[in-house]
């Protein structure tokens, strides 16, 4: 039902800046929670940031917090991840991803019902 497709991915040097975009469709999407998780090959699914379907309330992993930022736009049907000051240990596929705000906790992707495709985001001087 519902669809998300990220986008914004690409090759950046260390201490630049990237704003990745998901855009959901389907309906629904205002209730939803929305979440980013990256993944590294050979690595676990890592939850980024994650942001409630209504209050804004945010909440981020201790490796991204100061430095990423996520927000929506609920009129657009739309998810943001602003990151700056990125790191070679950001490199990874980031995903976007939603999930009705009763399944806790939000950190943990299992939780999360719909997933886009995922966007590569490269960090490497």
């Known amino acids: 039902q519902v669809q998300l497709v990220e986008s914004g991915g690409g090759l950046v040097q260390p201490g630049d800046s990237l704003r990745l975009s998901c855009s959901a469709s389907?309906?629904?999407?205002?209730?939803?929670?929305m979440a980013w998780f990256r993944q590294a090959p050979g690595k676990e699914r890592e939850f980024v940031a994650y942001i409630s379907s209504s209050d804004g309330t945010t909440s981020y992993g201790d490796s991204v917090k100061g430095r990423f930022t996520i927000s929506r736009d609920n009129a657009k049907n739309m998810v943001y991840l602003q990151m700056n000051s990125l790191k070679a240990e950001d490199t990874a596929v980031y995903y976007c991803?939603?999930?009705?705000?009763?399944?806790?906790?939000?950190?943990?992707?299992?939780?999360?019902?719909?997933w886009g495709q995922g966007t590569q985001v490269t960090v490497s001087s």
């Open positions: 389907g309906g629904g999407f205002s209730s939803y929670t």
């Open positions: 991803a939603g999930k009705l705000p009763r399944y806790y906790p939000q950190y943990t992707a299992a939780n999360y019902h719909y």
